[in-house]
């Protein structure tokens, strides 16, 4: 099983290199089946390590998002936070990062709601873990102001802005 596991993990990696326009629809479909699969079963069981099993998972869900799979890539970031949360910490760079994923995601699916909790709570962690200037952190600024843009909120887009140029300086 951990054989056929690596071998369609490796034709993944074939697949997401070729990009949401790749036309070898037979290996992703290989491939949603296996994620299926492996969203039933325990990660550390198909990985050993259950802090790498989140990062792939999240790589996981990264691809699915560029072709649309957003249901599947849900339950991925909602596994993948949920293990990044037991074994790193709330405030981890890793838990974070899968944070901003996910609010990118809701934010895609029309959820600005969820994506703007999720955006709000990465820039606290980040800004406290990582610091106010972290190219991570003012790239996960830059998504929330994208989001308050398209919420409306100029006000608040003008604040984010602001904050990131000092970030830059």
Same mark, same amino acid.
């Given at each position: 099983?951990?054989?056929?596991?690596?071998?369609?993990?490796?034709?993944?990696?074939?697949?997401?290199?070729?990009?949401?326009?790749?036309?070898?629809?037979?290996?992703?479909?290989?491939?949603?089946?296996?994620?299926?699969?492996?969203?039933?079963?325990?990660?550390?069981?198909?990985?050993?390590?259950?802090? @790498?099993?989140?990062? +792939? *998972?999240?790589?996981? $869900?990264? #691809?699915?998002?560029?072709?649309?799979?957003?249901? &599947?890539?849900?339950?991925?970031?909602?596994?993948?936070?949920?293990?990044?949360?037991?074994?790193?910490?709330?405030?981890?760079?890793?838990?974070?990062?899968?944070?901003?994923?996910?609010?990118?995601?809701?934010?895609?699916?029309?959820?600005? @709601?969820?994506?703007? +909790? *999720?955006?709000?709570? $990465?820039? #606290?962690?980040?800004?406290?873990?990582?610091?106010? &200037?972290?190219?991570?952190?003012?790239?996960?600024?830059?998504?929330?102001?994208?989001?308050?843009?398209?919420?409306?909120?100029?006000?608040?887009?003008?604040?984010?802005?602001?904050?990131?140029?000092?970030?830059?300086?």
């Amino acid at each position: 099983a951990n054989a056929r596991a690596g071998r369609e993990a490796d034709q993944f990696a074939i697949l997401s290199l070729g990009g949401a326009d790749s036309t070898n629809y037979h290996m992703f479909g290989i491939l949603r089946q296996w994620l299926k699969n492996l969203i039933r079963s325990e990660c550390s069981k198909q990985f050993g390590d259950a802090a @790498d099993a989140s990062g +792939k *998972l999240v790589h996981f $869900a990264n #691809a699915l998002v560029q072709f649309k799979f957003h249901d &599947e890539a849900l339950k991925l970031y909602r596994q993948a936070l949920a293990g990044c949360e037991k074994i790193l910490g709330f405030n981890h760079a890793d838990t974070l990062k899968t944070i901003n994923n996910l609010a990118l995601l809701r934010k895609d699916m029309g959820d600005n @709601d969820e994506a703007l +909790k *999720l955006y709000r709570w $990465a820039v #606290a962690g980040m800004e406290e873990t990582l610091g106010p &200037e972290h190219p991570t952190t003012l790239l996960t600024i830059n998504n929330l102001a994208c989001l308050r843009k398209d919420m409306g909120d100029n006000d608040e887009v003008l604040k984010l802005y602001k904050r990131l140029l000092v970030g830059n300086e």
